[in-house]
């Protein structure tokens, strides 16, 4: 019988062989998963052999992981700013870089925003996320997916911020009430070319939904409709947060000014390439 140290050893070299990232990290995560042990828990059963129905299950996990979908998927959560969230293919899942966002978005505000709204929520990570950090604010969270708004809910309810989160179904702003105005936007838009999506890992590519990463106009088309309407929206001195394709700042700068902010900031990511775009209305 196999023990579980020898099945994350063959689920290593079998990740290793199909050019995976992180392979011991991933058999970890799967057999641990597959198993019900968290990572410690797995280390201190390394001896222990493993049962045919047990066997069984990681096997159907690890075909999962072989045909590139995304560890985050088959394990069905992810963590993010200090919450877990459910995660499946109704939405992006969420990222280090978006996680940046919002540490350099909450170390910029002085106050905390009385009302914030997240541009395509999909799981409702940012949302979540500034919900939780700012519990006195109002928080609105629209997308156009009426799949990703029914996972954000969940999330919602889960982390139990319902009392806080308002959920629309809108593309951008078009479905807001009238009247709305808000302290801080963010969002994390489509923002890959097509050719640029065409280069994504498969695991991008072939399972994560293409409405939520590829835009036209090289990337920038829902950014440059973001950027446009965001100040009609924004109180005097808020904050539009975006995350962006890395050679895009030029042309969001250019359009800042006639769209009615006062003015922008460029920040890196954690590879050092331009990534956040941030803009202050007048």
Avoid at 11 to 22: H, I, M, Q, Y
Avoid at 131 to 159: G, I, M, W
Avoid at 205 to 217: D, S, Y
Wanted: aromatic fraction near 6%.
């Amino acid at each position: 019988m196999l023990t579980v140290l020898e099945v994350i050893k063959k689920t290593t070299e079998f990740f290793a062989a199909k050019g995976l990232e992180s392979p011991r990290l991933n058999a970890e995560l799967l057999v641990g998963h597959a198993l019900a042990l968290k990572r410690m828990q797995l280390y201190l059963q390394f001896e222990r052999p493993l049962s045919a129905p047990e066997l069984e299950s990681i096997r159907t996990l690890v075909r999962r992981r072989g045909l590139r979908e995304p560890v985050q998927y088959i394990l069905g959560e992810t963590d993010f700013f200090g919450l877990k969230l459910k995660v499946d293919r109704r939405a992006l899942i969420p990222r280090p870089e978006t996680e940046r966002l919002l540490e350099l978005v909450t170390g910029r505000l002085g106050a905390p925003p009385a009302a914030i709204l997240d541009l395509g929520t999909g799981s409702g990570a940012i949302a979540l996320a500034l919900a939780k950090h700012y519990p006195a604010a109002r928080v609105t969270a629209v997308d156009l997916s009426a799949e990703a708004l029914a996972l954000a809910q969940e999330n919602t309810a889960a982390c139990g911020l319902a009392g806080q989160l308002t959920l629309l179904q809108s593309s951008w702003f078009d479905g807001l009430p009238p009247g709305g105005c808000f302290d801080l936007i963010v969002a994390n838009p489509p923002y890959l070319s097509a050719e640029e999506t065409a280069l994504a890992a498969p695991e991008v590519r072939a399972h994560e939904p293409m409405q939520a990463l590829t835009a036209a106009e090289d990337g920038l088309a829902d950014l440059r409709k973001i950027l446009a309407d965001a100040a009609r929206f924004l109180a005097p001195g808020g904050m539009l947060a975006l995350e962006t394709g890395i050679a895009q700042h030029a042309a969001l700068a250019a359009l800042a000014v006639p769209a009615g902010f006062l003015r922008t900031e460029s920040l890196p990511d954690l590879t050092g390439r331009d990534r956040f775009f941030l803009a202050w209305r007048e």
